[in-house]
């Protein structure tokens, strides 16, 4: 009979309508609470995926290993595949965020909880545990809001879709380590971090003139400011901050050689609020003022 028995990928828990937003057999996320559909499923032999559930609301009983297991609200259930599940009941009250993640797709992205518990614990018989935590709101917060990214990044189309999804992965990653360990977390592979470095450049380069506050470039890469402050100080040594204003005052010198432009159109492009702000921005950045800076790249 269980050779019999279809296994249940994310992708499957898609067609059967359980699940919304999903990135193929990868990944599936909802970060808005809801009553969800899939979880007598869990107690299925072969489920192949990693379900990380945390109960938003009400109280969830579970049963794996003959362990009587109660989640409450704000608490943070790992159930790793092929995790012995018994039995599954809830409250009428009861309402979860979740994500769902293959086990060879996160492996693949390695981060500091490497062999560890994204893995789930083995006892000496072989079986597989959950592992269960208890957050604080603010630590609920940020799980809701990388939740919410992922849930983003999966309904909207994005060119760099496949580097977003692999970043935000990495930053559950370092999330749930975090959680087991308050030492720093010093990951050993950067290609990621670079790629989504690189990724930030492109945007910056295209949109300093309007956006000059990180919230923009952490959205538009779906990822907190906090990891994007990270990233960019990592891989550059350099603020998210200290690279705008860069590139806004390389691109006031090159108005200012290159062209007869009035300072206050000068201003407008760049988006100052007036030529004041304009003119103190560049004194602050070539200690003499744009007309003074343009007489001088004018006479030699």
Do not use: W
Not at 73 to 82: G, I, R, S
Not at 149 to 175: C, D, G, T, W
Not at 188 to 209: C, G, M, P, Q, Y
């Amino acid at each position: 009979m269980d050779s019999d028995r279809k296994i249940i990928f994310i992708d499957t828990l898609a067609d059967m309508g359980l699940v919304k937003a999903h990135y193929g057999a990868r990944v599936a996320c909802c970060a808005t609470p809801d009553s969800v559909s899939f979880l007598p499923l869990l107690m299925e032999p072969g489920v192949p995926f990693l379900s990380c559930l945390l109960v938003t609301k009400g109280e969830m009983h579970l049963v794996y290993a003959q362990k009587d297991v109660k989640v409450k609200a704000n608490e943070l259930l790992l159930v790793p595949p092929h995790a012995k599940v018994n039995a599954i009941t809830v409250d009428d009250e009861y309402a979860l965020a979740y994500l769902l993640l293959d086990p060879t797709y996160s492996d693949s992205i390695e981060g500091p909880d490497k062999e560890g518990v994204l893995d789930g614990e083995k006892t000496a018989s072989g079986n597989i545990f959950p592992k269960l935590y208890h957050l604080d709101e603010m630590k609920v917060h940020e799980l809701m809001g990388i939740a919410k990214q992922i849930e983003n990044a999966i309904m909207i189309p994005h060119l760099y879709m496949k580097e977003i999804m692999r970043s935000l992965i990495y930053v559950i990653k370092v999330f749930v380590a975090e959680l087991d360990s308050v030492e720093e977390i010093v990951p050993h592979d950067f290609s990621h971090k670079e790629n989504v470095f690189k990724i930030f450049l492109h945007l910056a380069a295209t949109h300093f003139r309007e956006y000059r506050h990180i919230d923009y470039y952490a959205d538009r890469l779906c990822i907190t400011n906090t990891y994007l402050s990270r990233i960019v100080r990592e891989v550059s040594g350099k603020t998210v901050n200290n690279l705008l204003t860069q590139l806004l005052y390389d691109e006031a010198c090159r108005l200012l050689s290159a062209s007869d432009t009035p300072l206050g159109q000068i201003a407008f492009d760049l988006h100052f609020n007036d030529q004041s702000a304009f003119s103190n921005f560049f004194k602050t950045k070539a200690s003499m003022t744009p007309k003074v800076y343009r007489a001088m790249h004018r006479n030699g």
